[in-house]
T-cell receptor, first 120, second 110 residues
């Protein structure tokens, strides 16, 4: 079974500082994908960044980067130069293993989330 | 670009009633998903669909029914609502590797 663990219920950061949100995962599938989503107070789920298990380099998207440490099974999200609008809940998720027959439906397993608060 | 829309956004119902949550996507994505979000659990998969007329159970399917007669629609029905089904429900569709979510439906069962 797959599992995602986010051990930080809440994090605080000063505006313009960098912050790291932790995510560890567990899977027996050699092929998997890791995602980060942002959920602002308005409630929608916004895709931020993706990292494939075979990707050689850490994924980056603007101010977001994913610190992927495969041996440690961690996929931490780094937000550089935090902004007030970054205050939100952040979820780490993992793409499901391939089903029998090789099909991957892409089912996601989510962590419990981390609430990030950016202070001015 | 309408994307993926859920309706209603808010719903209050009583225990024992049947409730249907609607999900419509304009992208013609094959894969669609229903999740529920509860405090302390993150999002959990209820049902998913690989194409029209192909659906399967996720992690927490009990008490729910889905159908997918057309690619663009993926309704979720609570056959006899219970208080434990009070939650926020998200529909998603998949393009490539990434799932894109609707705005969610907040359901309260009294």
């Amino acid at each position: 079974a797959q599992k995602i663990t986010q051990t930080q219920p809440g994090m605080f950061v000063q505006e313009k500082e960098a912050v790291t949100l932790d995510c560890t995962y567990d899977t027996s599938d050699p092929s998997y994908g890791l995602f980060w989503y942002k959920q602002p107070s308005s409630g929608e789920m916004i895709f931020l960044i993706y990292q494939g298990s075979y990707d050689q380099q850490n994924a980056t998207e603007g101010r977001y980067s994913l610190n992927f440490q495969k041996a440690r099974k961690s996929a931490n999200l780094v937000i550089s130069a935090s902004q007030l609008g970054d205050s939100a809940m952040y979820f780490c998720a993992m793409r499901g293993a391939r089903e029998a027959g090789g099909t991957s439906y892409g089912k996601l397993t989510f962590g419990q989330g981390t609430i990030l608060t950016v202070h001015p | 670009d309408a994307g993926i829309t859920q309706s209603p956004r808010y719903k209050i119902t009583e225990t024992g009633r049947q409730v249907t949550l609607m999900c419509h996507q304009t992208w013609s994505h094959s894969y669609m998903f229903w999740y529920r979000q509860d405090l302390g659990h993150g999002l959990r998969l209820i049902y998913y669909s690989a194409a029209a007329d192909i659906t399967d159970k996720g992690e927490v399917p009990d008490g729910y029914v889905v159908s997918r007669s057309k690619t663009e629609n993926f309704p979720l029905t609570l056959e006899s609502a219970t208080r434990s089904q009070t939650s926020v429900y998200f529909c998603a569709s998949r393009r490539g590797l990434v799932q894109y979510f609707g705005a969610g439906t907040r359901l309260s069962v009294l």
